[in-house]
């Protein structure tokens, strides 16, 4: 293992470091992209993505005893996933189906989020020990932790489960104040 702390390699890994951190901040946005079905987008990042990837392990692939290289390169990865993420929650809105089931106490969890400003629509079904109530509420990615504390105020044991909205058309949301 060889560690050089000369000028030019210190400039060689911090320069792998940056665009290791930019490939995979651009993998991360990518994924999400994909999952949008956005085609045109998509290819192009993972163009940009597949050459960045190159040129970084093509520098450290060809000495891998070059330690300042091989921690620029890992520690580039790691800090360009929490890049990625970050730039996700920031710059791209996605929506998030909040679900909740209540044997009680359902129509006031929908009170209380609609009095919040959060639309939902209470459905009945059948449990295991019989009727309960079944809201549903479709909030930006930001929201989420907002409605998930208005509906523990309301209601500390309902069952919650929240998953991604792949694709969301018309109806009320929050974020934007307005119907869709």
Do not use: P
């Not at 400039?11 to 901040?25: D, S």
């Not at 520098?59 to 620029?72: E, I, K, R, S, W």
């Not at 996700?88 to 400003?117: C, P, Q, W, Y």
């Amino acid at each position: 293992m060889v560690l050089d702390l000369s000028r030019d390699a210190l400039l060689l890994a911090g320069l792998l470091f940056a665009l290791r951190i930019l490939n995979t901040a651009v993998g991360t946005v990518r994924l999400v992209i994909v999952t949008r079905q956005q085609k045109l987008l998509a290819a192009a990042l993972g163009f940009l993505e597949a050459f960045l990837f190159a040129v970084t392990i093509s520098a450290v692939a060809t000495d891998l005893n070059n330690v300042m290289n091989l921690v620029a390169y890992c520690g580039g990865f790691s800090v360009g996933n929490y890049v990625g993420m970050v730039i996700e929650r920031r710059f791209i809105t996605s929506f998030m189906t909040v679900n909740v089931i209540t044997a009680d106490k359902g129509h006031d969890i929908a009170a209380a989020l609609r009095g919040h400003g959060y639309g939902c629509t209470v459905t009945v079904g059948q449990g295991k020990d019989g009727e309960v109530k079944m809201l549903r509420s479709v909030v930006s990615n930001r929201e989420v932790g907002k409605l998930l504390a208005v509906i523990r105020e309301t209601h500390a044991d309902a069952f919650v489960a929240v998953e991604e909205a792949r694709a969301v058309h018309r109806g009320w949301i929050r974020a934007s104040r307005s119907h869709h």
